[in-house]
Nanobody, 123 residues
């Protein structure tokens, strides 16, 4: 089982940037693809981005392409989400999880969901 702790969220103005981190413990981190997800108020959790266990390829949902970048440091058991040009519609609680690269895009995950980290983008 993989345990996950997200951090780095906060309040930012539209057009600003944030970098989210997800620290993983438990089973060997480097064997899993990792993904970021988000859940906005009143909406279902949705896929945002995924990265293979070796760092490439990466996948993004259309609404964040060109603005968000997912990366990972297997030595630190950490996956990151650099978010630039933030928009109010990016406001959500962001979560990370492990899975297969194809499965993550379909919200199929291996681990329990953590607490997430809240991102609020003001207009």
């Amino acid at each position: 089982q993989v345990q996950l702790v997200e951090s780095g969220g906060g309040l930012v103005q539209a057009g600003g940037s944030l970098r989210l981190s997800c620290a993983a413990s438990g089973r060997i981190f480097s064997v899993y693809a990792m993904g970021w997800f988000r859940q906005a108020p009143g909406k279902e959790r949705e896929f945002v981005a995924a990265i293979s266990r070796n760092g490439a390829p990466t996948y993004y949902t259309d609404s964040v392409k060109g603005r968000f970048t997912i990366s990972r440091d297997n030595a630190k058991n950490t996956v990151y989400l650099q978010m630039n040009s933030l928009k109010p519609e990016d406001t959500a609680v962001y979560y990370c999880n492990a899975g297969s690269l194809d499965g993550l895009a379909s919200n199929r995950v291996y681990g329990d969901w953590g607490q997430g980290t809240e991102v609020t983008v003001s207009s």
